[in-house]
C-alpha cells in the first residue's frame, strides 16, 4: 500500500523521471528512442496504479488477467467469503475490469433502496472470465451474476422478499418466476 500512497516511492520516481525528461536532448534520435521507451511502460505502470486507487480495497490483481487465478472457479463463492473477512463488505475484484462486489445484504440494500441510485449498480461487464461465473447466459445466472432486465426485475422483487407480511410461498412463486 505504499507504493499507492501520495508521497509513495512510485510517485518520486515518476517525477525523478519527468526531471530527466526534460534534459535529454530532443535533435538526436537515440535520445528520442530512449525517451519513448522509458516513458511509455513508465505510464502504463502509473496508469495502472492510479487505477487501483480509485477503487474499494481488494485482492491485488494481475495486469492483464486480474484476479482471475486467484478465484475457486468450482466454488467462486468461497473466495468472496475469504475477501469479504479480509477486505470488509464492498470490495474490488479485476476480471480484468474492475468489478466492486457487495458482500453484505445491509450494505447492498442500502445502495439498492433508492432505485435511481440503483441504477447505477445495475451494469454488469461483458468478459469471457466474467461468462465463466454466469455460464455464459447473456443476462447472467442468479441474483448475484444477473444483469440488464433481470437485475433490474430482481431489485424490485427484493421488497417483496424482506416484506414480512406476505406469506412465504407467494413471495417463493413470485421469485421463481422471475428466474
Known amino acids: 500500500m505504499y507504493l499507492l500512497s501520495g508521497t509513495g516511492v512510485l510517485e518520486t520516481l515518476f517525477n525523478s523521471f519527468l526531471r530527466r525528461m526534460t534534459e535529454i536532448d530532443m535533435s538526436k534520435k537515440s535520445d528520442i528512442k530512449v525517451a519513448c521507451f522509458i516513458f511509455v511502460p513508465t505510464y502504463f505502470v502509473w496508469n495502472y496504479f492510479y487505477r487501483l486507487r480509485q477503487f474499494p480495497p481488494g485482492p491485488w490483481p494481475l495486469p492483464v488477467i486480474g484476479n482471475f487465478l486467484q478465484i475457486d472457479t468450482t466454488n467462486p463463492h468461497r473466495s468472496m467469503i475469504a475477501w469479504r473477512k479480509k477486505y470488509g463488505p464492498i470490495f474490488t475484484i479485476w476480471m480484468p475490469k474492475p468489478v466492486i462486489v457487495f458482500a453484505s445484504y445491509e450494505e447492498l440494500h442500502d445502495r439498492l433502496e433508492n432505485y435511481q441510485e440503483g441504477n447505477y449498480y445495475i451494469d454488469r461487464p461483458l468478459s469471457f ?27 424490485d422483487s427484493k421488497h417483496d422478499v424482506v416484506d414480512v407480511h406476505k406469506p412465504l410461498a407467494f413471495v417463493s412463486a413470485t421469485l421463481f418466476m422471475i428466474l
Not at 142 to 153: E, F, V, W
Open 129 to 155: 472470465l466474467y461468462g465463466i461465473f454466469s455460464n455464459h447466459q447473456p443476462d447472467g445466472d442468479g441474483i448475484i451474476l444477473s444483469k440488464d432486465d433481470l437485475i433490474k426485475r430482481l431489485a
